[in-house]
């Protein structure tokens, strides 16, 4: 009988390769495992939850992202060489 495993947050993000941020936004949009409190400062995933999540990312077909549009970038002052002042 295998032992029940929860993974810390420092485990978790290492096995995913995810960020805080990522691991964070997939949770709240229902797409990541949710983690549950061991105690009301230290949030724990259950491994097991994690490992499926991992085999059903690897069976389906992902879309990669595709390539910011840069032409659609507004310019900000201080940005660039052509937005410097000259001091006198």
């Given at each position: 009988m295998q032992t029940k495993r929860?993974?810390?947050r420092s485990e978790m993000l290492a096995k995913t390769g995810l960020s805080r941020t990522a691991q964070y936004l997939l949770e709240k949009a229902g797409d990541f495992p949710h983690?549950?409190?061991l105690t009301p400062r230290c949030a724990v995933w259950d491994?097991?939850?994690v490992d499926a999540w991992i085999?059903?990312?690897k069976s389906s077909q992902i879309k990669a992202a595709m390539a910011p549009d840069h032409t659609?970038?507004?310019a900000f002052r201080g940005r660039g060489k052509s937005h410097r002042v000259a001091l006198a």
């Open positions: 929860n993974l810390r983690h549950f409190m491994e097991a939850e085999e059903v990312r659609l970038r507004q």
